[in-house]
T-cell receptor
């Protein structure tokens, strides 16, 4: 079964706006990761946040992690048409040797 | 540095046929894994390996077989293809040394079983 649930399932915004995606999970984790998938392509690693971190930045990406609520959010600022893709959160659970994915958020940036 | 290479990119099989999906990485990653991606289901783990000679089952292992004879290669075998195995298959690897790093994914194999 899926570890994470992502919200919303689909998001459509105008270019230049900010996009926020949320992820909830169920078990204790070592880290949480976000990936991007362009249509018909493989997944690309965006950012990893450890369980003892609360916020992390990478360029226009900002990730937060709240382990008490078992939730994370990904913020993309100043969105561009090239950001159109599906975004997945994935958890690396404590004691497990596997990455478990949520079902993803499909993001569309309208020019 | 090619990363993770999957072959073939597309394949059509008849029900009952067998085939092997190839995965190779040139990053000296100890950990390798196979996922399948179906619409509305996200990615589900089939099998994984933490090093040569060591494999383990993931969430959906039935109908699939793996082996890991070298660090570089992690082939996925479909023993007797079924229409339910129609999916996109991704191989992924990661560094298992000091520090936490993300996974590197291949570009996928799109498999159709008729």
């Amino acid at each position: 079964s899926q570890q994470g649930e992502e919200d919303p399932q689909a998001l459509s915004i105008q270019e230049g706006e900010n996009a926020t995606m949320n992820c909830s999970y169920k078990t204790s984790i070592n880290n949480l990761q976000w990936y991007r998938q362009n249509s018909g392509r493989g997944l690309v690693h965006l950012i990893l946040i450890r369980s003892n971190e609360r916020e992390k930045h990478s360029g226009r990406l900002r990730v937060t992690l709240d382990t008490s609520k078992k939730s994370s959010s990904l913020l993309i600022t100043a969105s561009r048409a090239a950001d159109t893709a599906s975004y997945f959160c994935a958890t690396d659970a404590t004691g497990a040797q596997k990455l478990v994915f949520g079902q993803g958020t499909r993001l569309t940036i309208n020019p | 540095n090619a990363g993770v290479t999957q072959t073939p990119k597309f394949q059509v099989l008849k029900t009952g046929q067998s085939m092997t999906l190839q995965c190779a990485q040139d990053m000296n990653h100890e950990y390798m894994s196979w996922y399948r991606q179906d619409p509305g289901m996200g990615l589900r783990l089939i099998h994984y390996s933490v090093g040569a000679g060591i494999t383990d089952q993931g969430e959906v292992p039935n109908g699939y077989n793996v082996s890991r004879s070298t660090t570089e290669d992690f082939p996925l075998r479909l023993l007797s293809a079924a229409p339910s195995q129609t999916s996109v298959y991704f191989c992924a690897s990661r560094y298992t040394g000091t520090g936490m790093l993300g996974y590197t994914f291949g570009s996928g194999t799109r498999l159709t079983v008729v």
